[in-house]
């Protein structure tokens, strides 16, 4: 359904209804930031890429021809953007949660309703969450780029293996691969935390 929505609105936008390419933008913009946002540094450049990405993939919407699902083309668009922004500042485009994580906790003293423990939470259950989740991310940090690239489309972005191997351009096969090796390398860090043996993962 949303693949059939999302090709009428291109189809319209092709037509020259901005309007359809402006509900195309509401609709993939959170998704597109965050997305972007896993993969720049610097949290105050998200919000400029991401428009960079839209008004590219305007331009470019003539030479969109259906073939590959709407965001996972727009997904390349805004990988591509992001890559010749860094480059062009010559800046590491890698991020991490752990950095994300690091910025929120830069504010502690401001109180906010989540850093309550809920009902059923204890602290100790709290740490071992926070752990597990920083042994996670700091795994992910030590991907190489393409493993990592196809972990966060899978886990994060929810994507096909269909999707996966077309936004990376790249057989299926490869993308199942990258999948299971990246899995393995987290698992492998996470088994000391959770006592699990090797074959396991969580």
Sequence with gaps: M???ADAQLVERAKRGEVHAFEMLVVKYQRRIERLIGRFVRDSD??????????????????QFRGESAFYTWLYRIAVNTA???????????????SALACARQDDEETYRPERELSDGETPEAVLASREIAATVN?????????????????????????????????????????????????????????????GQRW
Excluded: H, N, W
């Design 2 to 4: 949303t693949t059939d």
């Design 45 to 62: 450049l998200v919000a400029d890429v991401a428009q960079e990405t839209f008004i590219r993939a305007y331009r470019a919407l003539p």
């Design 83 to 97: 890559k010749k922004t860094l480059a062009d500042l010559k800046r590491d485009p890698v991020i991490t949660e």
């Design 138 to 198: 700091k795994a992910i940090e030590a991907l190489p780029d393409d493993l990592r690239q196809a972990i966060l489309l899978r886990e994060v972005e929810g994507l096909s293996y269909d999707e996966i191997s077309e936004a990376m351009d790249c057989p299926i096969g490869t993308v199942r691969s990258r999948i299971f090796r990246a899995r393995e390398a987290i698992a492998e860090r996470l088994r000391p935390l959770l006592d699990t043996k090797k």
